[in-house]
C-alpha cells in the first residue's frame, strides 16, 4: 500500500505559476503509475495528468498541455505538478493519485490510493 500527501497549495494570480507536491510512503512506490486529479465546487472530480513509474511516459487533460508538467522523483518519493499560466478555470482541490500497475489512465475509478488534496485558488 501507499499513503499520499499533497502540498503546495494556495492563491495564485491569474497567469502565474504554482508547483504543487505529493509525497508518497509505503512499498514498491517506484513502480506505481501516479496522476494528479482536481475537482472544482458542483463538478466531478477530472483527470489533470499522470506518469508511469520511470517517469517516461506522461499524459495530459488537453487544457493544460503546454502549461502544466508532471514530474516524480523516486529517489525523494515525491510526485510534483508544475502549474504555469493558470487560469480561473484552474481553481480546484488537486489531488494525488497512484495506480498500483504502471500503466497510464484517465478515469478516476482506475487508481486506488488518494492523498487528502490541496486547495488552488486563483484571482484576477
Known amino acids: 500500500q501507499v499513503q499520499l500527501v499533497e502540498s503546495g497549495g494556495g492563491l495564485v494570480q491569474a497567469g502565474g505559476s504554482l508547483i504543487l507536491s505529493c509525497a508518497a510512503s509505503?512499498?514498491?512506490?517506484?513502480?506505481?503509475?501516479m496522476g494528479w486529479f482536481r475537482q472544482a465546487p458542483g463538478k466531478e472530480r477530472e483527470f489533470v495528468a499522470a506518469?508511469?513509474?520511470?517517469?517516461?511516459?506522461?499524459s495530459y487533460i488537453e487544457s493544460v498541455k503546454g502549461r502544466f508538467t508532471i514530474s516524480r522523483d523516486n529517489a525523494k518519493n515525491t510526485v510534483d505538478l508544475q502549474m504555469n499560466s493558470v487560469k480561473p478555470e484552474d481553481a480546484a482541490v488537486y489531488y494525488c493519485?497512484?495506480?498500483?500497475?504502471?500503466?497510464?489512465?484517465?478515469?478516476?475509478?482506475?487508481?486506488?490510493?488518494w492523498g487528502q488534496g490541496t486547495q488552488v485558488t486563483v484571482s484576477s
Open positions: 506518469i508511469s513509474w520511470s517517469g517516461g511516459s506522461t
Open positions: 493519485a497512484a495506480r498500483t500497475t504502471d500503466i497510464l489512465r484517465s478515469s478516476r475509478f482506475e487508481y486506488q490510493y
Open positions: 509505503g512499498h514498491t512506490f517506484s513502480r506505481y503509475a
